[in-house]
C-alpha cells in the first residue's frame, strides 16, 4: 500500500513540475487514548498514530522559490519567496508547510527553497491532526534533503513553532510528537514538560476489541477564540496558585488547590480538568502495561465527562456519540481532539462494534445530522520515509 501511494504522489509531482521528486515521505495523524488539553499545561498524554497520512513528494530547489501544491485543494501551485516568509504573511493552508520552513530558517538551517506537493488522507477538522501531518511529513523531508540532521523531538518542536507563531494557532506539542514518534502497534505515552516518552503496547484487535473513531463532521478550528480562552485560562489558574504550570499540581492536592482558588469558578473547573485528566492517563498506562484493556473503558467515559463538564469543549454531536455508544454497549467513549466538534472514539468488543456503529448512526438519523464517519483506528507507523 505504502508502495503505491509513493508511486502515485510521486507521479503526480511529474506531471506538476516535469520531473520526479527526490523522495516521498509520509507522517500521520493521530488519536489521542487519554490527556486531553494537558500537553500544553506541561502534562501528560497518550497518543498513537493512525493508518491515514500526509504524503509529500518533495525536490530541493536553489534559488530560494517555494513551490506548494496539495492535491486535496484546487488551484495549481503557490510559490512563495523563501527570504520573505513571515508569520502572519499567509491565512491559507500553505501556512502550515511553509511555516515549517520558515521555522527551520529562524534555528538556523539553511532552506533554499523547494518543489512539494502534498496528498492527505487525514480528514480535515476531525480532531486528527491533519494540520501535524502536513507540518510534519514537510520537516522530515527538509530534514532529509538538506541534511540537517534532526530526530523526531527536535522536528516535533520546529513543527510546534511553526503552528503556534507562523500558523497563529496555541497548540501544544503533542500532535507533532505524535506524528514525528508513534510506532505501530503502540501508544505513545509522552511527558510534554521533558518530551520524554515511552511506547505501551496497544493491540486491540489482539484482545478481541475494536477502537471506533466517530467523526461527527463538526469542523472546528483551533486558531479560534475558544480554544485560546482555555489556555489563557490555564495559565491564569497556574498563576493564580503560584506555580508555572498546572501540570505541579498533584492530584492529592488538588481539593486544597481548587479552594485556594475560592470563587473563581470558571478557573476551578479548568484546573480540576487538568489535574483529573494527568491521573487518568496515568491510570491508562497503568491498565495497558498489565493487560487490562478492557478496563480503560470507564476511565475514557469519565474524561469525557470532565472535557464536556469541566473544560467545556465538548458539543452536542460528540456527546450524542458518547451517550449512543454507552447505551448499545461500548466499553468506554470519549471526544478526542480540541474538541468543538470533530471525533470520538469508541472501545467496543469487536463482536460488538457492528451494533454499536449502526446505533450511532440511528441517533444521528433520528437527530437529523449529517451521518458521521465511522472508521476502525489501528496504532500505525510514524512519520518516515516511502521512497
Known amino acids: 500500500m505504502s508502495e503505491a501511494v509513493a508511486e502515485r504522489v510521486a507521479e503526480d509531482f511529474r506531471r506538476l513540475y516535469g520531473a520526479a521528486p527526490e523522495g516521498v515521505w509520509a ?9 486531553e488539553h494537558t500537553d500544553y499545561n506541561d502534562g501528560f498524554v497518550m497518543p498513537f498514530a493512525l493508518p491515514h497520512t500526509a504524503v509529500a513528494a518533495v525536490s530541493r530547489r536553489t534559488d530560494g522559490v517555494l513551490r506548494l501544491h496539495s492535491g486535496d485543494v484546487e488551484g495549481g501551485p503557490v510559490e512563495l519567496a523563501v527570504p520573505d516568509l513571515a508569520p502572519g504573511s499567509d491565512p491559507g493552508w500553505t501556512a502550515y508547510p511553509a511555516g515549517v520552513v520558515w521555522a527551520l530558517r529562524e534555528e538556523g538551517h539553511e532552506v533554499t527553497g523547494a518543489d512539494v506537493h502534498l496528498s492527505s488522507t487525514v ?17 522530515l523531508a527538509m530534514n532529509d534533503l538538506f541534511a540537517f540532521g534532526l530526530g523526531g523531538r527536535a522536528l516535533a518542536r520546529l513543527c510546534r513553532q511553526a503552528e503556534n507563531a507562523y500558523v497563529g494557532a496555541p497548540t501544544g506539542i503533542m500532535d507533532q510528537t505524535a506524528s514525528a514518534c508513534c510506532a505501530e502497534g503502540l501508544a505513545m505515552f509522552l511527558d510534554t514538560r521533558d518530551l520524554s516518552r515511552r511506547q505501551i503496547p496497544f493491540d486491540p484487535a489482539a484482545e ?11 469542523k472546528h478550528a483551533h486558531s479560534d477564540g475558544e480554544y485560546g480562552m482555555r489556555r489563557a485560562g490555564c495559565e491564569r489558574g497556574a498563576a493564580l496558585l503560584g506555580v508555572g504550570t498546572l501540570r505541579d499540581i498533584p492530584y492529592d492536592g488538588l481539593e486544597a488547590a481548587l479552594a485556594r482558588l475560592g470563587d473563581a ?23 495497558l502495561e498489565s493487560g487490562g484493556t478492557r478496563a480503560i473503558g470507564p476511565v475514557l467515559f469519565e474524561g469525557h465527562a470532565s472535557l464536556r463538564d469541566d473544560f467545556r469543549v465538548s458539543c452536542p454531536e460528540l456527546d450524542l456519540v458518547v451517550d449512543t455508544a454507552g447505551k448499545a454497549g461500548a466499553l468506554g467513549a470519549r471526544m478526542t ?8 472514539i469508541v472501545l467496543v468488543e469487536a463482536a460488538d462494534a457492528d451494533t454499536v ?30 521512497a
Open 27 to 35: 507522517a500521520p495523524g493521530r488519536v489521542n487514548l487519554i490527556g
Open 123 to 139: 480528514p480535515t477538522g476531525a480532531g486528527l491532526s491533519s494540520s501535524a501531518a502536513l507540518e510534519v511529513v514537510v520537516a
Open 208 to 218: 478481541g476489541l475494536q477502537l471506533l473513531v466517530v467523526d461527527t463532521r463538526v
Open 265 to 287: 469558578e470558571e478557573v476551578r473547573r479548568l484546573v480540576r480538568h487538568v489535574v483529573t485528566e494527568n491521573r487518568r492517563v496515568e491510570q491508562v498506562v497503568a491498565l
Open 337 to 344: 481532539g480540541g474538541g468543538f466538534g470533530g471525533s470520538a
Open 357 to 386: 456503529a449502526q446505533a450511532v448512526e440511528g441517533a444521528f438519523t433520528a437527530a437529523g445530522l449529517t451521518a458521521p464517519r465511522i472508521f476502525t483506528a489501528a496504532p500505525s507507523a510514524g512519520a518516515r520515509r516511502l
